[in-house]
């Protein structure tokens, strides 16, 4: 519409204020609760049962992206389109870009290929598992250096946003394990624990929002303990799940759309250097820390590729970085741009390293 009639979509978004405050709240509600579904699709045990070599693939895919996505920007910040705030903090969004997987894209992709419940399929759920934890927290500390840590010092947020994870992913998850029955029981079903889960999510997201730590990071972590559940049952995550993505999700992608001018600022360079350092970075390590681990060489590059898939959670945090004036758009773009060419690229490219060879004739 901006396109092809500037003159409507100056009317209906640009100029319209009250449209706009109220788009921008939906948008808002929608990452918070696309953050929430993410956290649900966690699976702790999971990550405990795969021990070390999950470990060892997740702290090597976070460590060595986050190194390239660090190093380049931190030496060629004009060329990456760093926006208004320090070069450290820039260079340190931009190794957390490059270091988060999207958890939910890289569960559609194994239940494609039919490898979720294999040894290299539950591997590389709980290293990305480990790999959003991780990465989510680094991005909450980021934004408290940004000075949203409101009344509080940094080291009081940086220490009661870990106390607060240690919490929700102990305490927490047996509180919620406690409770969730009587939920079952006396309330109506599935409204009960669909009004209750969105409550809760939005009192821990108003937490850390307190804190000086995006809402986000208090959505995922319910997420993750209300997951993990055994009483959580898979038709209610599902309720949960189609609830989400088709009222929420779309309102999201629309706001993108309605936020950037992807062609006027699209930047074939930086696009390219974005994608280069993305598909080195996970590859190279989480292929290597499989490789590490036992995996053939083949099979391990497999697993890189499937820890490679950035999906909505990219997004959402290059949407954060853009609001808080952290980065510009073009690099905003290229940063959309990565996590769809990722997303479609990683299940064909988990097919052709897990291809056998055919056998030669006798």
Not at 117 to 138: C, F, P, Q, R, Y
Not at 339 to 360: D, F, N, Q
Request: glycine content about 10%; some cysteine; hydrophobic content about 60%.
């Amino acid at each position: 519409m901006g396109t092809l009639s500037p003159e409507s979509f100056d009317f209906f978004f640009a100029s319209n204020v009250d449209a706009n405050i109220a788009l921008d709240g939906f948008v808002q509600i929608a990452v918070v609760l696309l953050l929430f579904i993410a956290g649900l699709e966690v699976e702790l045990h999971l990550v405990w049962s795969q021990g070390k070599s999950a470990l060892s693939i997740s702290l090597l895919g976070l460590i060595v992206p986050f190194a390239l996505g660090f190093i380049f920007p931190y030496y060629f910040a004009d060329f990456f389109g760093m926006g208004e705030g320090d070069r450290l903090l820039f260079s340190l969004f931009m190794g957390t870009a490059m270091s988060i997987t999207a958890l939910p894209v890289v569960v559609r992709i194994l239940m494609d290929m039919d490898l979720f419940k294999t040894k290299m399929g539950m591997l590389i759920v709980a290293s990305a598992m480990v790999n959003d934890i991780i990465g989510w927290l680094i991005f909450s500390v980021i934004l408290s250096f940004m000075g949203k840590a409101g009344s509080l010092s940094l080291a009081q947020t940086i220490g009661i946003t870990l106390f607060f994870t240690f919490f929700m992913l102990t305490l927490g998850k047996m509180i919620i394990n406690r409770v969730l029955p009587w939920v079952n029981k006396k309330l109506a079903w599935p409204g009960g624990v669909l009004s209750l889960s969105m409550a809760f999510c939005f009192l821990a997201a108003a937490f850390t929002e307190w804190l000086g730590i995006h809402s986000i990071f208090g959505a995922f972590l319910l997420g993750v303990a209300l997951g993990d559940s055994e009483h959580m049952s898979e038709r209610a995550k599902e309720i949960v799940h189609q609830f989400i993505n088709n009222i929420f999700a779309p309102l999201f992608f629309v706001s993108i759309g309605l936020k950037i001018n992807f062609i006027a600022n699209f930047d074939l360079l930086l696009t390219l250097a974005v994608l280069a350092i993305s598909f080195a970075g996970k590859i190279v390590g989480s292929g290597y820390g499989a490789f590490k681990g036992g995996f053939q060489v083949k099979e391990a590059l497999a697993v890189g590729f499937g820890m490679n898939a950035r999906g909505a959670m990219e997004i959402i945090l290059g949407l954060i970085a853009l609001e808080n004036g952290l980065i510009g758009e073009q690099l905003f773009v290229a940063l959309v741009i990565m996590a769809i060419v990722t997303s479609m690229s990683s299940g064909p490219l988990m097919r052709w390293a897990l291809k056998k060879p055919p056998e030669a004739a006798a």
